[in-house]
């Protein structure tokens, strides 16, 4: 079995995550969508939200589950047996960043690999603290992000988005 784990904070989970998630699950046998719950970290959906939108959005790919971990990232990874991480590449700003992650999960555990796909240039902007930005000021990001994703940011942020 090819598996493959696509981890994040997916706070909220958008149309961007969604993008790499359509593209990198025809290529594995599995891949597990992993929300990491770390309370050292401030995030305005609390896991079980963010469980929740991540299901709903993936409940007709049949081989995408979703999971939440809480420990370093490649302790995780072996234990479900898994050697590879799926991660997304937007610009030359997310490089850094992605490059020292994969190198330091690499020197933790040498036989993972990480694995980029890089971003669709329709979402190449998206991230989800833009969607938080724009949604905390009533802007409308309910063509960024799903339906039931837009609410809850109208809930959190009280009206205005996706209006
Ligand atoms: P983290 O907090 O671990 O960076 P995120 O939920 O922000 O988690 O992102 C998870 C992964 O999805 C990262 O590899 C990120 O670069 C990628 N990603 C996020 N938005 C997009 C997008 N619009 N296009 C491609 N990849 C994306």
Redesign the pocket.
Same mark, same amino acid.
């Given at each position: 079995m090819r598996c493959a784990v +696509?981890?994040?904070?997916? #706070?909220p989970? /958008?149309? !961007?995550?969604m #993008?790499?998630v359509y593209r990198a699950s025809p290529i594995f046998d599995e891949l597990i969508l992993a929300i *990491?719950n770390n309370p050292g970290k401030k995030q305005l959906f609390a896991i079980d939200e963010r469980i929740s939108f991540a299901k709903q959005l993936t409940k007709d790919i049949p081989n995408v589950r979703v999971e939440s971990f809480d420990k370093l990232l490649v302790d995780y990874v072996s234990e479900r047996g898994v050697n590879v991480v799926v $991660? !997304?590449? $937007?610009a030359v700003t997310?490089f850094e960043?992605?490059f020292q992650m994969a190198l330091i999960n690499k020197k933790l555990r040498p036989q993972i690999e990480t694995v980029f %796909?890089v /971003?669709?240039a329709e +979402?190449?902007? %998206? *991230? *989800?603290?833009i969607i938080k930005e724009v949604a905390s000021f009533g802007g409308d990001v309910s063509d960024l992000v799903s339906p039931k994703v837009a609410e809850g940011l109208k809930r959190k942020f009280g009206g205005g988005s996706g209006a």
């Amino acid at each position: 079995m090819r598996c493959a784990v +696509y981890p994040g904070s997916f #706070d909220p989970i /958008t149309n !961007g995550h969604m #993008d790499i998630v359509y593209r990198a699950s025809p290529i594995f046998d599995e891949l597990i969508l992993a929300i *990491s719950n770390n309370p050292g970290k401030k995030q305005l959906f609390a896991i079980d939200e963010r469980i929740s939108f991540a299901k709903q959005l993936t409940k007709d790919i049949p081989n995408v589950r979703v999971e939440s971990f809480d420990k370093l990232l490649v302790d995780y990874v072996s234990e479900r047996g898994v050697n590879v991480v799926v $991660r !997304g590449l $937007r610009a030359v700003t997310d490089f850094e960043m992605e490059f020292q992650m994969a190198l330091i999960n690499k020197k933790l555990r040498p036989q993972i690999e990480t694995v980029f %796909l890089v /971003t669709n240039a329709e +979402y190449s902007f %998206l *991230s *989800s603290s833009i969607i938080k930005e724009v949604a905390s000021f009533g802007g409308d990001v309910s063509d960024l992000v799903s339906p039931k994703v837009a609410e809850g940011l109208k809930r959190k942020f009280g009206g205005g988005s996706g209006a």
